[in-house]
T-cell receptor
C-alpha cells in the first residue's frame, strides 16, 4: 500500500541555519503531496503542497519539490528561526484520505 | 471565519467506558474526517463522513463509530475503551466540491484512558 517515510528527529539547528527534512513516498500513480506543521498543543496546519511531478510548493520561506524520479518531497528552508520549532509531517493523498509520515521534530536554538 | 472546532479539549476515561468527541467543520465545508494521533506518531485515518454517511474507513475496529449531522458537524464514538486508545483525536474538514481542497484540522481532543 501507499506509505510515507520521514527522517527521524529531532533535528537541532541554530538560528539562521539551513534546514532539510527528508521525505520519500511509495505510491501507485502520482498522488498529491503535502507538508503539515504541528506546534505544541495545536492541530496540524498545512504548510505547502504539490499536486503533480516537478511542482514546487512554497510558503513562509519553506520549499519542497515533487520529484517522481526519486519519489521524494524534501522540505527545505534557507534560514530557520526559533519560531519554526515544531513537528513537521509529510503526507500523501490516497483517494480522500491523507497518509502521514511519523513526523520530524525541529528544534531551533538562538 | 471560525476554523475547525473540537470539544472537549481534554478527556480522561477509564478502561471499558465509552466516549463521544465532537467536531464542527470550517464554514463552507461539508466533509469531515477523523484521525488518531498516538504520542510520537503521525495521524492515522479513522473514517470520513459526507452527506451524513461514512464514505471511507481506515483500519480501525468497530468500536470506533461516527455520525454526521445535517449541519455537517460530526461525532466520534469509541466504545469499550482500551489503554491503547489514549491519543490525540483530530478532526479535519474539507469541501467535496472543491478539487484538491486541502484538509483543515482542528486542535484535537486529548483522550487519556486509565
Amino acid at each position: 500500500g501507499n506509505s510515507v517515510t520521514q527522517m527521524e528527529g529531532p533535528v537541532t539547528l541554530s538560528e539562521e541555519a539551513f534546514l532539510t527534512i527528508n521525505c520519500t513516498y511509495t505510491a501507485t500513480g502520482y498522488p498529491s503531496l503535502f507538508w503539515y506543521v504541528q506546534y505544541p498543543g495545536e492541530g496540524l496546519q498545512l504548510l505547502l503542497k504539490a499536486t503533480k511531478a516537478d511542482d514546487k510548493g512554497s510558503n513562509k520561506g519553506f520549499e519542497a519539490t515533487y520529484r517522481k524520479e526519486t519519489t521524494s518531497f524534501h522540505l527545505e528552508k534557507g534560514s530557520v528561526q526559533v519560531s519554526d520549532s515544531a513537528v513537521y509531517f509529510c503526507a500523501l493523498k490516497d483517494t480522500d484520505k491523507l497518509i502521514f509520515g511519523t513526523g520530524t521534530r525541529l528544534q531551533v536554538f538562538p | 471565519d471560525a476554523g475547525v472546532t473540537q470539544s472537549p479539549t481534554h478527556l480522561i476515561k477509564t478502561r471499558g467506558q465509552q466516549v463521544t468527541l465532537r467536531c464542527s467543520p470550517k464554514s463552507g465545508h461539508d466533509t469531515v474526517s477523523w484521525y488518531q494521533q498516538a504520542l510520537g506518531q503521525g495521524p492515522q485515518f479513522i473514517f470520513q463522513y459526507y452527506e451524513e454517511e461514512e464514505r471511507q474507513r481506515g483500519n480501525f475496529p468497530d468500536r470506533f463509530s461516527g455520525h454526521q449531522f445535517p449541519n455537517y458537524s460530526s461525532e466520534l464514538n469509541v466504545n469499550a475503551l482500551l489503554l491503547g486508545d489514549s491519543a490525540l483525536y483530530l478532526c479535519a474538514s474539507s469541501s467535496a466540491g472543491s478539487l484538491n481542497s486541502p484538509l483543515h484540522f482542528g486542535n484535537g481532543t486529548r483522550l487519556t484512558v486509565t
